[in-house]
């Protein structure tokens, strides 16, 4: 891709960070990989500053551990932790989307209508995800069984509101067309294309509805829960009952502005990813490998 200007160390790093990151959802840098500083140097023909600055990036974000003796190591998440970003999600969802979507858009500001943040955790089947795709990354991720966090309750809204969103449709038309590519790739079970336009597409709608800070936060989450969820739906043979397709859905009930139709999404989003977070316990443990 050509550049808009110079390459100046700052975007070489987010550059290469970027690139890292992609590596990591994709699955092709699995979990518990380590490399060291030169040896990604080297792949990417450039000097080990920017990409040492790069993996401290990706290491503050939790999808590196750093070794000073070792060098880095993609992290390694557990089902316990895919629960609480499924938790933590909810409760922050929750409390932004399931209030009044008639007020949402007033919550955002600026930087949040132009950056911001996936909704927190990745899941499978849909996007209300179940944490790999779901089952939770975007669309990944049952939920567990009788582990839904806590509804927020909805606040009332003001006398004499309108029915209807304060979201302007052209607001709400790029988030639609992201849920519609999101949705159409999780129903044919296709992981690749999917995880890109969930990440977009929670990331968007968060821009919409919050303001940066949670929007930031959301992002981080769903990215998480995205690399939780890739390697076991990989494994799956069929990954695509574990996909979550609820992103239209979404979109239509927040354009409505009835916070009862949006509570409703997200619980089944949450339930589905808790799901398949109890399918992952329930699955025998891998066999460790033989002696070399």
Same mark, same amino acid.
């Given at each position: ?200 597409? +929670? ?38 009952? +574990? ?50």
């Amino acid at each position: 891709m050509p550049a808009s200007g110079p390459v100046t160390r700052s975007t070489l790093r987010q550059q290469i960070a970027d690139a890292l990151r992609d590596e990591v959802l994709a699955g092709r840098l699995q979990p518990g990989r380590e490399f060291t500083v030169k040896q990604i140097a080297e792949q990417y023909g450039v000097s080990a500053t920017p990409v040492r600055e790069a993996l401290v990036d990706l290491s503050a974000q939790g999808l590196l551990d750093s070794d000073q003796h070792k060098g880095f190591r993609v992290h390694q998440f557990t089902v316990g932790d895919y629960r609480g970003m499924v938790e933590a999600r909810a409760l922050v969802v929750d409390g932004v989307l399931r209030r009044d979507p008639r007020h949402a858009a007033h919550r955002g500001g600026p930087r949040a209508a132009a950056t911001g943040a996936a909704t927190a955790a990745v899941t499978p089947s849909g996007t209300v995800p179940t944490t790999p795709a779901a089952p939770g990354a975007g669309t990944i991720a049952p939920a567990p069984s009788g582990a839904a966090a806590a509804p927020v309750a909805a606040a009332a809204p003001s006398p004499g509101a309108a029915t209807r969103s304060c979201l302007p449709a052209e607001a709400l038309g790029p988030v639609r067309r992201r849920a519609e590519a999101a949705a159409r790739a999780a129903r044919a079970g296709d992981l690749d294309i999917l995880i890109g336009y969930d990440v977009r597409f +929670w990331r968007e709608l968060g821009g919409l509805v919050a303001n940066h800070y949670i929007a930031d936060f959301l992002h981080r989450l769903r990215v998480q829960a995205w690399v939780f969820a890739v390697p076991h739906l990989r494994a799956d043979p069929r990954p695509g009952d +574990w996909l979550w397709s609820g992103h239209e859905e979404l979109v239509d009930a927040v354009a409505t502005g009835a916070p009862a139709r949006v509570g409703a999404v997200l619980d089944a989003y949450n339930a589905h990813a808790l799901r398949w977070a109890d399918h992952l316990e329930r699955l025998p443990a891998p066999r460790p490998a033989p002696p070399a």
